[in-house]
């Protein structure tokens, strides 16, 4: 099941305008460390670009800076432009008007990333009312089942009163996203979202993204060191190491045909069926 654009994402927003998402000598630095080393990444509209590496490659630090999400002491460098928008150097007070309205995020731990003091309906009703602070409070509830149903959380009507601790894994990922969603942004930055899921239920994730992606016409940039993952839901890759991006292209050719000797070595680690179990696995 690969993601692809859907058919109105690529009739009415082609590349004619040029990439959605356009990253330039992209650099950051944590003090002494440079963690990422000037990479540059496009993005297309209803596309969906799989950014591959193992941990500590730069990855996440890539999605948090389009996101601006690092603290003022991570210095963020290059240029990031959302739709032409110059991202690297905004003020905080307009980063937060483009969250959630033309970019958000998912993240790998839903657990950590919601609130545990509130109730799941407060915190999708929040993410509304970020950008939409008036709607009176009937509406607001419409607003947050449609969130809900949308992203198909079962009994959404008799759990809003309920917290995190008293869902699934999968379910407070899907809660994620219908936060992540409910503006319709244009770009979804998810940064390994399935990694804290069991096979099953990051299979219905996977599903439940690819379903979202192609009825909205989502571009997507997916962060995971996972190849199979990013072998089935990506367009195109691009393989990360030590700050750097060292092969992209689309996503068959850079699995059965890949350039880079690091690639290379990435997919020679991977068992499969026929991996001899006597032997250790291939070292990146």
Excluded: W
Excluded at 167 to 174: E, L
Excluded at 243 to 264: D, R
């Amino acid at each position: 099941m690969t993601f692809a654009p859907s058919s109105s994402s690529r009739s009415s927003s082609g590349n004619d305008h040029g990439p959605l998402l356009a990253i330039r000598d992209l650099r950051i630095g944590f003090g002494a460390l440079e963690a990422v080393r000037g990479i540059s990444l496009e993005l297309n509209p209803g596309e969906v670009l799989g950014l591959v590496g193992e941990s500590g490659s730069g990855k996440s630090a890539t999605a948090l800076a389009v996101m601006g999400l690092h603290g003022p002491a991570v210095q963020v460098t290059g240029s990031i432009r959302l739709r032409g928008c110059e991202l690297v150097g905004l003020s905080h007070t307009v980063l937060r008007s483009l969250r959630g309205n033309q970019m958000a995020m998912i993240f790998q731990e839903p657990m950590t990333a919601l609130n545990p003091v509130m109730t799941i309906g407060s915190q999708v009703g929040e993410a509304i009312q970020a950008h939409e602070p008036h709607l009176r409070h009937g509406e607001l509830r419409s607003r947050v089942l449609a969130a809900l149903d949308a992203v198909a959380l079962p009994n959404s009507r008799s759990r809003l009163g309920d917290y995190p601790h008293q869902f699934s894994g999968g379910q407070r990922q899907r809660i994620l996203i219908a936060m992540a969603l409910v503006h319709q942004p244009a770009l979804l930055l998810a940064d390994e979202p399935t990694t804290a899921l069991d096979v099953t239920v990051q299979a219905q994730i996977l599903a439940l993204l690819g379903r979202l992606q192609r009825e909205r016409g989502l571009a997507m940039l997916f962060t995971s060191h996972d190849l199979a993952v990013i072998r089935q839901v990506a367009t195109r890759v691009a393989v990360m190491r030590h700050g750097l991006i060292l092969e992209t292209g689309p996503a068959a050719q850079v699995f059965t045909h890949p350039s880079h000797p690091y690639t290379q070595q990435l997919l020679r680690a991977v068992p499969t069926m026929s991996t001899d179990r006597s032997q250790p696995l291939a070292t990146v």
